[in-house]
């Protein structure tokens, strides 16, 4: 039986950076399918369209500041939903180690927010991308 992955040895990095305050991440790639129906009620072939990537980033909120700073620091007017990056995630089990590559991701938005009793702030981010590369070792 092979070891599966464990999210110890998940890394995510986004412009170069690793995101050290990661919570969780998820990501997709799904393309437009729809039934073609000819004579009679069942559909004769399926016919695909368009293709499309997005996800979801869990950070812990320091790692959220520390992005913001950063693209501050390179203009005073952008935010984080104004700018395009490629991630880069990796994980490994045993001797395999998987990379997938987000392409040009752009976040949609992000909500702050705290409840009694919460000891961190988790920020989930949507994003949208235009390719994924899914490598296999």
Request: one cysteine or more; charged letters at 30%.
């Amino acid at each position: 039986m092979e070891k599966e992955f464990e999210f110890r040895h998940v890394d995510l990095v986004i412009a170069g950076k690793s995101i050290n305050g990661l919570r969780g991440i998820k990501y997709m790639t799904k393309t437009e399918k729809e039934r073609l129906y000819g004579r009679g009620n069942k559909a004769i072939a399926i016919q695909s369209g368009n293709e499309a990537c997005e996800g979801e980033v869990k950070f812990l909120q320091w790692e959220i500041e520390a992005l913001i700073a950063a693209i501050k620091a390179k203009d005073a007017s952008l935010k984080l939903t104004d700018v395009s990056f490629d991630m880069v995630v990796s994980y490994q089990a045993a001797n395999k180690v998987i990379v997938d590559v987000i392409h040009k991701a752009e976040f949609e938005g992000y909500e702050k927010g705290f409840d009694q009793g919460d000891k961190f702030m988790e920020i989930s981010m949507k994003f949208l991308c235009t390719d994924i590369t899914y490598q296999r070792p």
